[in-house]
């Protein structure tokens, strides 16, 4: 699967994701309008609207970019209607060939784990048929239980060829608490960064693996160590714009050969319209305004690889 | 809410907890094939056959229990259908009275954690309506983000007075792979204790705190020290029996007056029909065995409680 989505970055030049985690405040009017009209001020209502949101958005920008992560907590919120939406989105999303990775962080002891990897990567056996229920083809894992509650993701990720992206270092303010923690004088998601490493070289596909890590954009120090510690890992780098990572400090996140990363943007670019910078577009053309802003992404990270 | 699951401790006199985690595989076959025969070999029949397991255990069990603890992942893998029967298990647990602690070990960053914190625990608004859309009493939260992804969980709590049980020292055999790593000369797990503590007491609701810990059973010796880090919150405590916990290694986890603790079984429970001990039962009448694994469970734990 790693190999799909490298090609994706090739052929599109743009080692950038966009997220897809919609929050009803992003909407614009004229859309969560119509969804009311239609389902009622009602969870289905709510449902509707971000659907119809990221349809617009998706097309939109479908052909710039190598694929999408809709973070499912923002339709989890939604309860059921809203998880319809997030398996309507993901659907959508395969069909226009983008790569989607699912931000689900799940992880749980072995055999919960393994309910998730199959019920999110993998398929299900209902009597004599089998099931992809929701079928993405990344997913992020949190890795807190250790490797039991790792390998049902990875054995998933051999038999299916999808891929895991583990959350080494996240990219929030609070990170360090836990995750910076000295061991024997190392911070502990080195040691994370050495196990993601050691589990990644079961899981190639090519000279990367499928088996990748999240590191956010905010800690551009600890991307360079960990680019090092994790060489055929690929980075899924959360926190630019929006969060302030910067494209200067995320050019460490990429090995030698320009792959190895791939950059993440939400709200930057799903809610470009309500920058000052895109405002000219207008809620209208909220999605016009989104592939500028996908464009200005790939500009920028782009030219911070050119300088390196 | 920890006053409410502790007044059906008090009624019940069983420091226990049932958990819902219903795998095909324990699944009579006299359910599957009604299920079936109605909704086919599809997702569909699967979340239909997990609801009637379900039902009939929970119908059978609920005078004897203060709680329930459905784990989601178990459903997740049945996509949509199988959490709208997570969504039906937890409905009609709370109408039977029983508390209903839902096992979803979600956390991410801040603005993630708060979409997970108002759809599982508290409500969303839509336009000028709000909604409680899985509407538990407690869930598990995965606390490797830091305060601020745990901060919108601690919110909702206050005002919703709902309850988490944070991940301190997790079950399973690879658990000390992170979470034993010494920081300072001490264990990972109790510096999340000491942090849990302290959160625990931002959210009291009486003598006990809303905000509780994940020990497992399985580490007698951690749970005896973290029940001393961690005077205020209640443990949930899951790896009785089936994983190997016993009772008599429990009794630590509790506090001098008998509360502070509650004991989950899963398996044990849900598929005691499966085990020597209660085929006599025969799978007709699995939720009988069920009842008659509750009642044993809790004469093992008070027996153990006892004699300390």
């Known amino acids: 699967m790693i190999q799909k989505l490298m090609e994706k970055i090739r052929r599109t030049g743009a080692p950038i994701v966009v997220g897809l985690d919609p929050m009803l405040g992003y909407i614009p009017e004229h859309i969560t ?9 009602t969870l289905d ?23 999408v992560k809709p973070q499912i907590a923002m339709y989890e919120q939604f309860g059921l209607p809203g998880l319809a939406a997030f398996k309507k989105t993901v659907d959508y999303c395969k069909e226009k060939g983008l790569v989607v990775i699912g931000d689900v962080k799940r992880g749980d002891i072995g055999s919960t784990s393994q309910a998730y990897a199959c019920g999110h990567l993998g398929k299900v056996s209902v009597g004599s048929k089998t099931y ?28 299916e060829d999808r891929g895991i992206f583990l959350l080494v270092k996240t990219s929030n303010p609070s990170s360090g608490e836990f995750q910076d923690q000295l061991v024997n004088g190392r911070p502990l998601y080195e040691l994370v960064g050495e196990k993601v490493a050691e589990w990644a070289d079961t899981c190639m596909d090519g000279q990367y693996s499928n088996v990748g890590a999240v590191v956010g954009a905010t800690y551009p120090e600890m991307g360079k160590v960990l680019r090092k510690i994790m060489p055929k890992c690929f980075i899924l780098v959360p926190g630019y714009g929006a969060q302030g990572g910067k494209a200067e400090d995320l050019v460490h996140y990429f090995n030698e050969d320009g792959m190895g990363a791939i950059v ?23 999605a016009k305004a989104s592939r ?17």
């Open 33 to 41: 309008k119509r969804a009311f009209e239609e389902k009622g001020e």
């Open 264 to 286: 993440n943007s939400s709200r930057g670019i799903i809610a470009a319209y309500k920058q000052e910078k895109y405002r000219k577009f207008g809620p209208e053309n909220f």
């Open 45 to 67: 209502g709510a449902a509707e609207a971000v659907w119809q949101y990221n349809k617009e958005i998706v097309d939109a920008v479908w052909d710039l970019i190598p694929a």
């Open 292 to 308: 500028a802003a996908v464009e200005d992404m790939i500009a920028d990270i782009n030219g911070a690889l050119g300088r390196r």
């Open 132 to 159: 992809y229920p929701f079928d993405e083809d990344f997913i992020t894992v949190n890795p807190y239980f250790g490797i039991d509650g790792v390998k049902p993701f990875l054995d998933v990720c051999r038999e």
